[in-house]
């Protein structure tokens, strides 16, 4: 996803096209997650290392909204952590800044599967939205006249990102269709500018979300291919919390404490949808009448071994992993 426009903190370059290789494997038997030795309900940290400050970075878009909230509404303090908030626009630059720059980041499962697989010892310690028919979020935009991938063969595509869950969920249906990524054309388009640069004929097709994708299929010349990620699974575990697990085996009652804390904030939102968009207005810098147009998104912090392997099968159908060498699920996620 895109960033709504404030400065970010890291910006990286372009990821290679991929060309599709194995074929998807089977799912992997769902495991229950442990996520901490107690139960994070009501956790504080209760632990000497708690005094120091927590360094997050938050992907700075709607995604941002529970760690706003839990800022806002002081649920952090009343878990007596000291969290130093940061937005990010490029999650990938983020999981590799772990350790030094950040102690936790907010990122999407092929961020850390990648990550881990060009040797960063990352893991993930609970999840943080899924995408699903109930809310769904991109809209690949097209012509009328293409109704299908297939036919998207040698034309340009709109992306938010030339890196990140959704490209290569974008990759992974261009693939199903037969094309790779040198039979099209992707191009970074920024979510307000896609109408323009389709009436413009600057890009033939583009990924768009609410409250951008409902004004463009206002108009019949336009239509929508499907969110690519629905694809994959539905619904999708897309974002997840993760750190190195050194810093989460050393800090077991900080991990602990901030899922309480972001646990309060998912019920707080779902309580509050009102009050939850106006902190997106207030704490991300977000227009009043985007913010109200928003479909906000499937949060969630429990993740299993199953929830990552949908990922991990389209990045080794992708081929996108240097000598193929992309990490199990089952060591991927956290247990204390």
Not at 124 to 136: H, L, Q
Not at 168 to 174: D, Q
């Amino acid at each position: 996803m895109a960033t709504w426009g404030r400065t970010a903190a890291n910006r990286t370059g372009a990821v290679r096209g991929m060309r599709p290789g194995a074929l998807i494997a089977p799912l992997a038997v769902l495991a229950a997650l442990v996520l901490a030795a107690c139960s994070t309900t009501g956790a504080t940290c209760g632990e000497s290392a708690c005094a120091a400050p927590m360094r997050v970075a938050y992907l700075d878009t709607v995604a941002a909204l529970p760690v706003l909230v839990a800022r806002q509404r002081g649920y952090f303090a009343e878990h007596d952590l000291d969290v130093q908030l940061t937005g990010v626009s490029n999650p990938p630059t983020a999981v590799q800044a772990l350790g030094r720059s950040f102690d936790v980041v907010s990122g999407t499962v092929t961020d850390v599967s990648l990550a881990d697989a060009h040797g960063r010892d990352v893991q993930i310690f609970a999840g943080a939205y899924e995408f699903s028919s109930a809310t769904p979020q991109f809209d690949l935009i097209a012509h009328s006249d293409v109704g299908f991938y297939r036919e998207l063969g040698g034309l340009k595509i709109g992306a938010p990102s030339l890196s990140g869950a959704v490209y290569w969920a974008l990759l992974n249906s261009l693939a199903q269709a037969g094309l790779t990524a040198r039979d099209v054309t992707i191009v970074q388009v920024a979510f307000p500018y896609v109408a323009a640069q389709l009436n413009a004929g600057v890009v033939d097709a583009a990924l768009s979300v609410a409250p951008f994708s409902a004004g463009i299929l206002q108009n019949p010349e336009y239509r929508s291919l499907g969110d690519p990620n629905l694809a994959i699974r539905d619904p999708l575990l897309v974002g997840v919390w993760a750190a190195t697990s050194g810093w989460l085996s050393d800090n077991p009652g900080k991990t602990a404490a901030f899922v309480a804390a972001i646990e309060q904030a998912h019920g707080w939102i779902a309580a509050n949808d009102t009050e939850a968009r106006d902190t997106l207005v207030r704490g991300a810098g977000l227009p009043s009448a985007a913010a109200g147009a928003l479909r906000l998104l499937g949060w969630r912090t429990r993740v299993a071994p199953a929830d990552l392997q949908p990922w991990l099968d389209l990045l080794a159908y992708l081929d996108a992993a240097p000598d193929g060498q992309l990490p199990e699920a089952d060591s991927m996620v956290f247990r204390p």
